[in-house]
């Protein structure tokens, strides 16, 4: 039996292991999920040490063309990596606040470009275009968009009783929002749906060629 | 000490996160610096994995020692990984050749099976919950989303091509689906905007913590 084959039966045990906790939480399926996890963090070691520390270094510490200022910023992230490792001890956890800042920091800049220039800019573009296309939907699509948008206001006027209201306009577009949201989640379960009946069917199918030997 | 390594905290991610914002946003020499930063910021976050990865072993590791509940589970997972890093090892000795790769073989054929396995799993959950949705007390908001969810349920299959039910399904997907999509894409993206100005201007210091 060629290692291939060996690899499709012990998918086939596994995938029957998985599925016998349709029956309930049982021996099976833990085993089965525990050796899921022990794979995957087997695999995502070996990703990020081949596929991301190895070239780095080789770049920059171990590249016979880097210079000192070459070593140095081969040096950084290292240090920034051993620093998070305090993290884990309650006394010296707050070293590692230094490397979580500066991946806070980068990282906000990062998301700030990408959600203007990613999504802000080009669905607010799209959404104006679209009235010009076609004046009935294009017009159904902007409503939808704003009155989504308006359902999250959460702005409110204070009343001389203590409690909070907001103005009539905004409740009113806010419910068509809802409208508009509940569709949404309604399509996305759908979807979602769909596509692990899609999965479950491979699944049976990858049984049943198993056991017929197709 | 305290007051002053909260201080260098906070010019931290300031000062590299609006350089970084700088960078971005003008290029040039200033750009270059940004993409520095960002791959410097990846490499962190590839060794943040790894200890993530260390300390996911080492708990399991003291489960087992201390034969708390489970330690039989902890000792598939660690002879799991421990099973891959080995294959890993022996193929780049190049003790363990053949092709496919053996570890191309364990992650395409159980890894990616356990996985489909509980993507497909993931049905009969998503099943209960509507039909826990419809034993509910009815309300307009659970009758709308119900009503979507079968029309687009049905819309979806290969007999419902070209009649009224596909019609409307492709109208559902392309009007108020997509406006309610962009609708809420837009409003994480403010909200990722207002945090992320936040940050920048040291209001929010969730990382001092």
Avoid: C
Wanted: aromatic content about 8%.
């Amino acid at each position: 039996m060629s290692g291939e084959q060996i690899g499709l039966w012990a998918g086939f045990v596994f995938t029957l292991m998985i599925f016998s906790y349709v029956l309930g939480d049982n021996i099976l399926y833990r085993i089965a999920v525990y050796v899921f996890v022990g794979l995957a963090a087997g695999y995502i070691t070996i990703v990020t040490v081949e596929s991301v520390l190895l070239p780095w270094i080789r770049g920059t510490l171990l590249s016979p063309a880097a210079g000192i200022g070459g070593i140095v910023v081969g040096i950084i992230p290292l240090l920034l990596g051993l620093l998070l490792l305090f993290k884990t001890s309650p006394r010296l956890g707050r070293a590692g606040n230094i490397a979580i800042a500066f991946i806070i920091g980068v990282g906000t800049a990062v998301a700030l470009v990408g959600a203007v220039s990613g999504t802000l800019l080009p669905l607010a573009a799209a959404t104006g275009s679209a009235v010009r296309v076609d004046v009935i939907n294009g017009f159904l699509l902007a409503l939808g968009v704003i009155s989504t948008l308006t359902y999250f206001w959460y702005l409110a006027r204070r009343k001389p009783d203590g409690t909070t209201q907001r103005s009539l306009l905004i409740r009113t577009v806010g419910a068509l929002g809802q409208f508009f949201i509940i569709v949404t989640l309604g399509a996305l379960y759908s979807g979602a749906i769909l596509t692990s009946l899609t999965i479950f069917s491979e699944r049976i199918g990858f049984i049943v060629a198993r056991i017929t030997g197709g | 000490m305290g007051r002053l390594g909260s201080a260098l905290t906070s010019a931290v991610a300031i000062g590299f996160g609006l350089l970084t914002l700088l960078g971005l946003l003008a290029g040039g020499f200033f750009g270059t610096i940004a993409n520095l930063f960002i791959q410097i910021t990846v490499i962190t976050a590839a060794a943040a994995v790894l200890i993530g990865i260390a300390n996911l072993l080492g708990v399991h590791f003291g489960r087992i020692r201390e034969r708390r509940g489970g330690w039989g589970y902890s000792i598939i997972l660690l002879l799991s990984t421990i099973g891959v890093l080995l294959l890993y090892i022996l193929e780049r000795a190049n003790v363990l050749t053949g092709t496919p790769a053996p570890t191309t073989i364990l992650l395409e054929s159980v890894q990616v099976a356990i996985e489909s396995a509980l993507a497909g799993l993931v049905l009969f959950a998503l099943v209960y919950g509507a039909l826990r949705l419809l034993r509910r007390k009815v309300s307009a908001s659970g009758l709308l989303f119900t009503l979507v969810l079968l029309v687009l349920l049905a819309g979806a299959l290969p007999l419902a091509n070209a009649t009224p039910l596909a019609l409307i399904r492709d109208w559902l997907l392309a009007v108020p689906v997509s406006a309610g999509a962009r609708g809420i894409l837009l409003g994480i993206a403010l909200a990722t905007v207002v945090t992320g100005m936040r940050v920048l201007i040291g209001q929010d210091r969730s990382y001092r913590e």
